[in-house]
């Protein structure tokens, strides 16, 4: 069964620290990862997913397969970085449907 | 464009009643997910539209959940008898056809429902 695992519910920083998301993921075949952010009174979104290899808004998450991780990370946090950030895992049936893990609130303070 | 629009936003209901969710996806979006946010959990897959066929319906957890899309476009899932192990919020997703995991899903707000 493929599972998605983050460790921890709350990750508080302060503005300009480095941050640092774990994500952890069991699955058989190949999978794909998304980060997904949803911020306060908004809609679940997209980040950034693996395959493309890309920053957004300062992130990168690099797949790890021999860890089993895609951990998202900031070298410098910012205010507006807070937000409930879940990291997704979609099979590789072709279609993508999403296996979520529980989610990390991130707090970035002043 | 317009986004995934989800109908209500909050619903309180009595255990035993029925509750119908509505979700709108975004024109033209052949998969359409539910998913399913119970409070202190993970958000879980419930089922997988492709246009009006159910093509995954593996998560969703018993016989009280009816999904429906017909025609293609918007789609419905009703529980009933509605029980309090159903609150949480329900989340709706869509993206274009095709069988690629290349194609972002786009939420809805979600519907909060509470069942008493």
């Known amino acids: 069964a493929q599972r998605v695992t983050q460790p921890e519910k709350l990750l508080s920083v302060f503005k300009g620290a480095p941050v640092e998301l774990k994500c952890n993921y069991s699955y058989s075949g190949s999978p794909e990862l998304f980060w997904y952010v949803q911020y306060s009174r908004q809609r679940l979104q997209l980040l950034l997913r693996h395959i493309s290899r890309e920053s957004i808004k300062g992130f990168t998450a690099d797949l790890n397969k021999g860890e089993t991780s895609f951990h998202l990370k900031k070298p410098f946090a910012q205010e507006e970085d807070s937000a409930m950030y879940y990291c997704?895992?979609?099979?590789?049936?072709?279609?993508?449907?999403?296996?979520f893990g529980k989610g990390t609130m991130l707090l970035v303070s002043p | 464009e317009a986004g995934v629009t989800q109908f209500p936003s909050h619903s309180v209901i009595e255990k035993g009643q029925t509750v119908t969710l509505r979700c709108d996806p975004i024109?033209?979006?052949?998969?359409l997910y539910w998913y399913r946010r119970v409070m202190g959990k993970e958000i879980k897959f419930l089922l997988h539209f492709v246009k009006e066929s159910k093509q995954d319906e593996s998560g969703m957890p018993n016989n009280r959940f009816l999904a429906e899309r017909t025609g293609g476009t918007y789609s419905t899932l009703k529980v009933q008898p509605a029980e309090l192990e159903d609150s949480g919020v329900y989340f709706c997703a869509s993206s274009r056809g095709g069988r690629s995991s290349y194609n972002e899903q786009f939420f809805g707000p979600g519907t909060r429902l509470t069942v008493l």
């Open positions: 997704a895992l979609s099979g590789d049936s072709g279609y993508s449907t999403l296996t």
């Open positions: 024109s033209g979006h052949d998969n």
